[in-house]
Structure formats: C-alpha cells, structure tokens
C-alpha cells in the first residue's frame, strides 16, 4: 500500500481574523495541527483549513482585542498614494475607521490600513443643486462616481446613472412632469441691469411675467433667463450696471502689457490705462477683450514677470523662468516640461498646452480642487491603476504589484 506523502508545514505563518499572528509549531495531520499565537499562547488540535482561513480563536480574545485597541489606535502609515494617514476608531481588526491629511475619513480593515492599499474616498457631491437648460431645478441625491450620480427633479422624478460633467452644464433630458405655476411666483434675482426683478406670473418655463423694482413689467420670458439674469427692462440702460463691473477690469495687451479700464461710459467708449502709465480713450470693450489696443510707450522691466505663476486652463500650474518678450517668455509646468517662444497673452490666458503626463502617469481632465490643490483622474501607463492625484501624488506615485 502506498504511503501518503507528508507535508511539512511547520513554521507556516498566518493571520487570524482577529488579527493576531499565528505560527504552526507541530503538524501531525490536516485536521491535528499545534499552534502558537504571537504572545505565545498555544492552541492544539486544530485545522490546518481553519489556519489558512484564520479561524482559530486566541482563548483570551476578548484581552488581546482591549490590548490591540489601545495600541493601534491612533497608529499612522503612509498609502500607495502616498497620503499620511491615521486610525482614529478601532474597533475590531475588520472594522477600523482611518483619517486622511484632509479630514475626510473610510472604514476599512486593520490588514488594508498596513498595506498600504487604502484609496483616498470620492469627494460627496450629494444635496448639491442646479438649474437644467430645461428650467427645472435638480439636485444630486446619490453621487457613487463621477460618472453615476442620481439626480432629482423639483418636480419629483429622478434620473440614474448620469454624468456629473452633465449635471454641472445642466444637459439632463429630462421632459418636465407639471410644476405648480404657482410655486415660483414671487421669486427674485438681480438683473445684470442692476435691477431687482421678480416673478408675478409664470404659465410654464417658457412663458414667465416678470416685474422690475420701478413697477415695469415685461412678459412672456424663460424662467431659464429669468435666473441667469438676462430680462432686458425696456427703458433702463444697462451702462451703469457693467460700469460698476467693468471698472477695475484687466486684460493683456497683444503687446504684452497690463492693461485696466478706468472708465466706461459704453461698448465704444472705454478709457484705458497701461501698467506703464500711458492712458488711451475712446477704446472700445471688444478691443480691449481681444488685446488690440496700442500705445507708444511699451517699455517693462522684464524681470518683473520671472516666478510669475499662473493656473492653465488644463488645470496644471505654469511659472515663467524666461521673459525675453512679450512674445517670447519660458514657461515651466510643475509637471516639469519646459515650453519655450510662449506668447506672454497666452500664459496669462492660460491658453499654453502641455503634454499632460507625469513620469508613467497620464493626466486626464481635472477631477476637483480642494485646499488650492488640483485633483486630476489618471492612469497609470506601468501598473495600470486609475485614480485621482495631484500632481505632487503623481510624482511619489508606487506601481502596485501586479
């Protein structure tokens, strides 16, 4: 008769689910195994199964959990991610609550939390609020990931499994079930004329009588312009509503220079002053939003404009480390790519573009920003992994093991 073949298992290591170590000290068949715990309490006659599973008992449990309470509690490490982050609940070795640098906080396991394989949890958009192109308010009332949020209707129904990007531009089709006219009678905004004006009569999103503070009315209006502030008054000039917002406003020249509106008396009629000190007049608000306006002193300091930093409109921060000219300035992104013959125009509009990568990490669209920092959705061209970092997190970025 043939002998079966015996294993040698001593010395085999394993972690209960309690989350005590536990070491095979004698193996005298699969279902007749010693063990020794960490602290050198010893278990006979166990399972070799129940070992791999972690289903042996420590005796005195309800010790060791007291003991590993209050010396894992408040025990840091550093995730993958590379945030520094601490359990501030312990409560058993499955069920641990950890903090991150920002203060947001996830339940996880003992065995993740050493690891290193914790996420950063996604940000909560839920309760936030938008009015769709369709006129109807809507509100987040399940956000899972960028890409699957529910949505409510004011008029009650609800949409699943919609884009956030949709929700922000308002492009949720939506045909409206009946909205109580009555509901948004009485509502007020501030007309971009300066006015106070207010709903007393509203039929449907597309036909809503409106009164202005000086008792003008107007009819038949969107309840969409309604809110966004665009109802004309017949009579009242909007001048003195974009004077008070357009004094103060900058802009590059083409040439290079700051230049700001000092005074506005209408589209054809704007006084311009450089940062050198020259002032034009008689400009016009279009040439000054493109640029195009001269003057005959166009002397700088261009080391004033070296450090400079400024967001682009990819969501990555550039410094100019150059200036020969106006149109010749040597941006930096932190990133760490260099961008040389750079209009100085297209580094303050934010126009210069950029390989958007970072070492083996692909830079997709801007995710969110918190604490003045950009989060970006990524991609890992090594291991493969997708998340969302910073840039600074891109570059302690570790592959996970495949």
Excluded: W
């Excluded at 085999?12 to 960490?38: A, C, H, L, P, W």
């Excluded at 279009?286 to 700088?300: D, L, P």
């Excluded at 300091?301 to 450090?307: A, L, P, Q, S, V």
């Amino acid at each position: 008769m043939k002998q079966p073949v015996m294993i040698e298992r001593k010395g085999e290591v394993s972690v209960s689910n309690s989350g005590q170590k536990m070491t095979i000290v004698d193996y005298i068949r699969s279902n007749n195994i010693t063990i020794m715990f960490e602290d050198g309490t010893t278990v006979y006659n166990k399972s070799y199964a129940n070992f791999v599973k972690g289903n042996i008992k420590h005796p005195n449990l309800n010790t060791i959990n007291a003991n590993q309470k209050e010396n894992r509690l408040h025990e840091k490490t550093i995730t993958k991610q590379g945030y520094l982050v601490e359990i501030i609940e312990y409560n058993s070795y499955s069920n641990i609550l950890v903090k991150f640098p920002d203060g947001s906080t996830k339940k996880t396991d003992y065995r993740t939390f050493k690891n290193g394989t914790l996420t950063k949890p996604v940000p909560n958009h839920v309760g936030e609020t938008c009015i769709a192109k369709n006129g109807l308010l809507m509100e987040i009332i399940a956000y899972r990931t960028y890409s699957d949020i529910d949505v409510k209707f004011e008029t009650g129904e609800v949409r699943t499994g919609v884009g956030y990007k949709e929700f922000k531009n308002g492009n949720v089709a939506l045909k409206p079930k009946h909205v109580d006219n009555s509901s948004r009678i009485g509502e007020s905004v501030v007309a971009k004329n300066g006015l106070k004006a207010t709903i007393v009569g509203y039929r449907n999103s597309r036909s809503v009588d409106v009164e202005f503070e000086d008792g003008v009315v107007v009819t038949n209006k969107s309840y969409s312009d309604f809110k966004n502030g665009y109802i004309a008054h017949p009579t009242v000039s909007i001048v003195n509503s974009f004077r008070n917002k357009r004094i103060g406003e900058t802009r590059i020249a083409n040439n290079g220079l700051k230049m700001t509106i000092i005074e506005y008396e209408g589209v054809n009629a704007v006084t311009v002053q450089f940062e050198t000190g020259e002032v034009r007049e008689g400009v016009t608000y279009k040439a000054f939003k493109a640029g195009h306006v001269n003057i005959v002193n166009s002397r700088i300091d261009k080391t004033e404009r070296i450090g400079e930093s400024k967001i682009a409109n990819n969501g990555l921060k550039m410094t100019i480390i150059d200036y020969a000219s106006s149109l010749d300035v040597t941006v930096e992104f932190e990133t760490g790519e260099i961008k040389k013959g750079v209009r100085y125009g297209a580094f303050v509009d934010g126009t210069v573009k950029a390989t958007m990568s970072c070492g083996d990490v692909s830079i997709g669209k801007v995710a969110y920003r918190y604490n003045d920092e950009i989060n970006f959705f990524c991609h890992c061209n090594r291991c493969g992994h997708d998340d969302i970092m910073t840039v600074s997190e891109m570059k302690n970025h570790e592959c996970e093991k495949l």
